[in-house]
């Protein structure tokens, strides 16, 4: 360990992580926004791939946008503000299990900054937990409720539809096939299409979800 991190363990035991995470933000978050502005002024001005939300997951080869600081972020950005690209200069957007953490009016504001950055032929895939699934289970036999694939177990099956629409406060807004395309469509797009697990209208988009979601994950693409 070095002398350097020996001294920032030493402060964080007498001061506590949290007062330590507040104090240096700020010189964090300015490191960010000029590492930032730096690689957009490097960017391409057409055939962009955008990974919006990407968190710890980010794909090689594209421009991979979340708000969170961390070496492997392009572009550390709060998807609220819109998009920080030029009109028409993105070929592909991909955006997993991202949707539902932004209020339906912040939604509706990204997806038409998607359409806006999109090139003609362009395409956007959203997935995100697919609510009628859920519902519709919940109305049933609720054996989809209780799939081994969820991380967390639960006593009942109102339990999962909570973890579902709430997820500890981090979900604002769920969606199912209806309500996901109306929002694509008023955002501009003409083409919506709903897709199934690793397939998809443009073959850069092909075999990029996570497999282990899946099963209660829904797909929709939306063409420019």
């Known amino acids: 360990m070095s002398l350097i991190q020996s001294l ?32 957009l ?27 969170a600081r961390g070496p492997q972020i392009d572009v550390v950005w709060d998807l609220t503000r819109g998009l920080p690209f030029p009109d028409e200069s993105c070929s592909v957007i991909y955006s997993e299990h991202v949707i539902e953490h932004l209020s339906k009016t912040d939604a509706a504001t990204l997806l038409r900054e998607c359409f806006r950055v999109l090139q003609v032929g362009g395409v956007v895939r ?9 519902l ?12 081994p694939g969820f991380a967390e177990t639960i006593e009942t099956p109102l339990d999962r539809i909570n973890m579902m629409m709430r997820e500890n406060g981090q979900h604002l ?27 998809s209208a443009h073959e850069r988009l092909r075999q990029m979800d996570t497999p282990a979601r899946a099963f209660e994950t829904l797909y929709i693409e939306g063409i420019k």
């Open 8 to 39: 920032k363990n030493a402060v964080v035991r007498v001061i506590g992580r949290d007062r330590a995470n507040r104090i240096t933000a700020p010189y964090y978050d300015r490191q960010a926004r000029r590492r930032t502005s730096e690689r």
């Open 41 to 67: 002024a490097k960017l391409p001005a057409k055939d962009l791939q955008l990974n919006l939300g990407c968190g710890s997951q980010p794909l090689p080869g594209w421009v991979n946008v979340d708000i």
């Open 126 to 134: 959203v997935s995100t937990l697919d609510t009628e699934r859920f």
């Open 136 to 147: 519709r289970s919940y109305a049933g036999n609720c054996e989809f409720l209780h799939d």
């Open 173 to 199: 807004w769920v969606y199912d096939h209806e309500s996901l395309a109306l929002a694509l469509r008023r955002a501009g797009f003409s083409t919506v299409v709903q897709q199934k697990f690793g397939e």
